[in-house]
């Protein structure tokens, strides 16, 4: 086989790619020749050196396959990636913002439900001294030492359940499946 013949069969077994591509790959084979050939190697030297254009052809088939599928995967995930962005702005993001909004207000109502007492027991010592007002903050304060604990548990699960819905959407975006 000739350099000649090499890039002639090559060109046949690289049929069904673009003709600019085909021209490309044809063109970086004749100065690869022509290079080893200056370097002093003989045409034979060069053709047992390389594959023959089956498999040279059979490869860049294949590697051109692989990059058009990592191009499509790729356009893919930013596709997901725009359309979970569009949906977590327009339908997550107000709940969420919005249970996390009432989860601290309750707490700071908590807290100063369990400080109440001793509010009124400084108005009950300075001013007005109505017993009513100060077993009524100890009522208050029974429900809020009720309403903390519930609070944590509430909130952890909260916290819990936005780590596995943002895991969820970076597997999404990934491409994985579960």
Same mark, same amino acid.
């Given at each position: ?7 002639? +069969?090559? !060109?046949?077994?690289?049929? %069904?790619?673009?003709?600019? @591509? ?12 022509? #290079?080893? @050939? ?15 254009? #089956?498999? /040279? ?30 949906? +977590? ?7 969420? $913002? %919005?249970?996390? %909004?009432?989860?601290?207000? *309750?707490? /700071? ?6 400080? =109440?007492?001793?509010?009124?027991? /400084? ?5 007005? !001294? ?5 077993? $009524? ?7 809020? *030492?009720?309403?903390?604990? *519930?609070?944590?548990?509430? =909130? ?6 936005? @780590?596995?819905?943002?895991?969820? +959407?970076? !597997? ?7």
């Amino acid at each position: 086989m000739t350099k000649n013949e090499f890039l002639a +069969n090559l !060109r046949l077994h690289l049929h %069904g790619l673009p003709g600019d @591509e085909i021209d490309s790959i044809i063109q970086d084979y004749e100065q690869y020749f022509n #290079e080893k @050939e200056k370097s002093g190697m003989s045409e034979t030297g060069i053709l047992t050196e390389l594959p023959s254009p #089956e498999q /040279v052809a059979s490869t860049i088939k294949k590697e051109r396959k692989q990059f058009r599928q990592q191009e499509k995967s790729s356009t893919g995930k930013v596709i997901i990636a725009i359309a979970l962005i569009f949906f +977590n702005l327009t339908f997550v993001l107000g709940p969420a $913002l %919005g249970i996390g %909004g009432a989860i601290i207000g *309750l707490f /700071v109502a908590a807290i100063s439900l369990i400080i =109440s007492p001793l509010l009124v027991v /400084v108005k009950f010592i300075i001013g007005d !001294r109505l017993l009513f007002e100060l077993f $009524l903050s100890f009522v208050f304060s029974g429900i809020g *030492l009720l309403l903390l604990p *519930l609070l944590v548990k509430g =909130s952890s699960f909260y916290v819990q359940t936005i @780590e596995r819905y943002t895991r969820w +959407n970076i !597997r999404q975006v990934q491409g994985e499946s579960k």
